[in-house]
């Protein structure tokens, strides 16, 4: 099934200069992939969260292979990084845990007033760019797809905002018949309630 089939886990890490966190990416739209990342400090007791939604043409994430990766500075750096593949397109996100900040596409972010950021033009000769940053107020992930599935946080944070719903353009079709049966399926967890 494709819904198993498009979520690629980067990593789930432990130990790093006192936080862990988890992270995923995964398609969520005929336009969209998504990369979801949390870090918990435990030094200071915060939570950071990030959701990237990488907008395309339909289907842009179909060509080439996928795959994704990560890794940290080890126990004396709060620096970690992460990058996903998708449609022979690599994209990487360098997070300082720190100072709560990510830099991304030429741009530092700080994630104590973002945690959202649209992408857009991923497929683009010109590049991906960003177009928008949001704060989207933490809420619970959403009910797993299948029961025995872990929740998803990355429906949790789109169903609570409509423009983020929009912003995945679930009406398009796609050219591949089975992932375009999915799409209704995928999109559905997607939906504000």
């Not at 988890?22 to 969260?49: E, F, L, M, Q």
């Not at 990237?52 to 996928?66: E, I, N, Q, S």
């Not at 599935?149 to 009406?171: M, T």
Request: hydrophobic share 40%; proline share 7%; with cysteine.
């Amino acid at each position: 099934m494709i819904v198993a089939a498009s979520a690629i886990p980067f990593a789930q890490t432990r130990g790093f200069r006192g936080g862990g966190g988890s992270s995923t990416s995964k398609i969520v739209s005929p336009v969209v992939v998504a990369s979801w990342r949390a870090h918990d400090n435990y030094a200071d007791g915060s939570t950071t969260t990030l959701l990237v939604l990488w907008r395309g043409k339909p289907g842009w994430f179909t060509a080439g292979g996928r795959g994704s990766g990560g890794g940290g500075g080890g126990s004396s750096s709060s620096y970690a990084y992460e990058y996903m593949s998708y449609g022979g397109r690599t994209f990487m996100m360098e997070f300082d845990d720190d100072k709560h900040i990510v830099r991304m596409l030429n741009q530092e972010i700080a994630l104590k007033d973002t945690n959202v950021v649209l992408v857009d033009f991923v497929d683009s000769e010109t590049g991906a760019t960003i177009v928008g940053y949001r704060w989207i107020e933490p809420g619970p992930p959403a009910p797993p797809l299948v029961e025995g599935a872990a929740a998803d946080p990355i429906a949790g944070v789109i169903r609570r905002s409509p423009e983020l719903y929009d912003y995945l353009h679930c009406d398009l079709k796609l050219s591949d018949p089975l992932m375009n049966a999915m799409m209704p399926i995928i999109c559905g967890i997607m939906r504000p309630r």
